[in-house]
């Protein structure tokens, strides 16, 4: 067998990167401005998974890759690194995000009401093909309201822990440059709970809802219900060097809470992230509700699944198998062909002389 090694060196590196790029073609700000207009919820998703909300500075690296999403959060995550921390924001209350949608599947009437917003979750899945002929697709327009839904809304799990159902966590009176952050220090075990959220909060959509949806299948110790989800806009709150307080500006964030009875009292899991993502949100509160108790190298575990949906190192171990194995391949060829020859010498000296 034999196994020819790559030639070319550098300038054949160079001359596959310059292979990819052409068939990209060129990019400018109209591709970059297309891109952010037409791929929002695409955006949100490689915002979140780079914990950089810049949706510019996304759209431009979905235009780089060539939509390739790992090395689009890559490209963002690095970026992100030649940054200066400038300010660290003040915490966001649930009651005080501006919301476009707000549902519980627990609870029919709950504080302040359900809010649809927008969604596709009752559409028909039926292709506008008629785009491809030349006609173009307009969606009807919005009815106004004459009552519109509150933009601010209470917190259901607020609501259940005054009337007994829950427990909610305590305040974590940490503030500041005082946070734990997982972009500065290690990812340990046990975990600390703000990287735990972190780390949820950076998933790979793709690996949380897959190991989300093995825990709601059964492979979980507890059972899912949405007890709210919520698409809003938060309030960037900074300190100004003169001492006054103001808003930097909004940022779109997804958050869900799921319940379990636990118990007396139910059980609460919780995800958040940059952008608007709900089936991460609620596979990833999956995820933290079934963490407490589960089996050493189980789905529901939380050093398995942390470990196993940070998307850029995953993938960035499964794409190093590519690069060259030469030497430790031949190794085992070699290890192969010695076990070969000593079975065949242990063999010829056990036959019978004819």
Request: proline share 6%.
């Amino acid at each position: 067998m034999a196994y020819v090694a790559t030639r070319g060196g550098e300038k054949a590196i160079e001359q596959s990167e310059r292979l990819f790029r052409e068939a990209m073609g060129p990019i400018d700000q109209t591709r970059v401005a297309q891109i952010k207009q037409s791929l929002p919820y695409l955006i949100d998703r490689v915002m979140g998974e780079a914990s950089l909300y810049d949706e510019d500075l996304a759209a431009l690296a979905l235009a780089q890759t060539g939509g390739e999403l790992y090395e689009a959060v890559l490209l963002l995550r690095a970026w992100r690194t030649t940054q200066p921390r400038l300010q660290v924001a003040a915490p966001v209350e649930q009651d005080h995000l501006f919301t476009h949608r707000r549902i519980s599947a627990a609870f029919k009437d709950i504080p302040g009401g359900q809010v649809l917003g927008p969604t596709l979750d009752y559409a028909h899945r039926i292709l506008a093909t008629e785009v491809l002929k030349g006609d173009t697709y307009t969606p009807d327009p919005v009815d106004p309201e004459p009552e519109p839904a509150p933009a601010y809304q209470p917190a259901v799990s607020t609501w259940q822990a005054e009337n007994d159902l829950l427990d909610l966590p305590r305040e974590d009176p940490t503030t500041g440059n005082d946070i734990p952050d997982l972009t500065r220090e290690p990812l340990l075990f046990p975990a600390k709970r703000a990287h735990t959220l972190q780390s949820l909060a950076r998933a790979e959509t793709g690996g949380v809802l897959a190991l989300g949806y093995a825990a709601m299948r059964g492979y979980g110790q507890a059972h899912p219900t949405v007890n709210e989800l919520r698409l809003a806009e938060a309030e960037v709150v900074v300190d100004h060097p003169d001492g006054r307080r103001f808003s930097a500006g909004r940022v779109k964030v997804s958050q869900a809470e799921v319940v379990d009875k636990k118990g007396e009292k139910l059980g609460i899991g919780y995800a958040a992230t940059f952008g608007w993502n709900e089936v991460k949100c609620i596979a990833a509160a999956t995820l933290d509700l079934n963490s407490p108790g589960a089996e050493k190298g189980s789905a529901t575990e939380e050093e398995f699944f942390l470990y196993h949906t940070e998307g850029v190192e995953s993938s960035g171990f499964c794409i190093h198998f590519k690069l060259p194995h030469y030497v430790t391949f031949q190794s085992s060829l070699d290890a192969m062909r010695d076990a070969k020859a000593k079975q065949a010498a242990e063999h010829s000296e056990t036959e019978p002389a004819e």
